[in-house]
């Protein structure tokens, strides 16, 4: 059986979700704050991996709206390629295309929570916010691949997996 880990990367967090197989429904599974070296970022992520007995990391691609790679997906990759220098052969890695995913986990947990007495959130609040919608942008990125890899379609149009060795 192959597990599956889905990234969020974003220049503070990583959103995490898991899959326990082709089969099985993503689900959101952690947030990390980003370390300052990627030694940290994989340190923590190989602690992920070797716990769930994952095989594959399916990586959100930041597109632009047009489909195009800017400086955020550039970044992304070099953060990946690193990535696989640390983890070596334990995974596989590839790319899914994340546009409007964060936009998407939004709707699906609906507004920020209020302050007290409906006032603005605490900074706490945002802060809890924005790491579940982080998680649940992962698992939209890894619930799209698994989607197409069985032919059933996705929540968005979004092109197939790009593997890195």
Not at 40 to 51: F, K, V
């Given at each position: 059986m192959t597990g599956f880990l889905g990234i969020d990367l974003g220049e503070r967090r990583i959103g995490i979700a898991i899959s326990d197989g082709p089969d099985v429904g993503a689900r959101p599974?952690?947030?990390m704050r980003r370390g300052?070296?990627?030694?940290?970022?994989?340190?923590?992520?190989?602690?992920?991996?070797?716990?769930?007995?994952?095989?594959?990391?399916?990586?959100?691609l930041p597109l632009d709206a047009a489909g195009h790679e800017g400086p955020q997906a550039e970044a992304t990759r070099a953060w990946v390629e690193e990535l696989q220098t640390y983890l070596g052969e334990r995974v596989r890695i590839g790319f899914r295309?994340?546009?409007?995913t964060s936009h998407v986990a939004e709707t699906r947990l609906g507004p920020m929570p209020r302050g007290r007495s409906g006032g603005p959130p605490s900074?706490?609040?945002?802060?809890?916010?924005?790491?579940?919608?982080?998680?649940?942008?992962?698992?939209?990125?890894?619930q799209d691949e698994l989607d197409s890899r069985r032919g059933t379609g996705s929540a968005s149009t979004r092109p197939t997996m790009e593997s890195r060795p």
């Open positions: 599974l952690a947030t300052r070296s990627i030694d940290t970022d994989a340190s923590a992520l190989g602690s992920l991996i070797d716990a769930h007995a994952i095989d594959e990391l399916v990586v959100g295309d994340e546009r409007l900074r706490q609040q945002r802060d809890a916010y924005r790491a579940r919608v982080d998680r649940e942008a992962a698992a939209i990125i890894l």
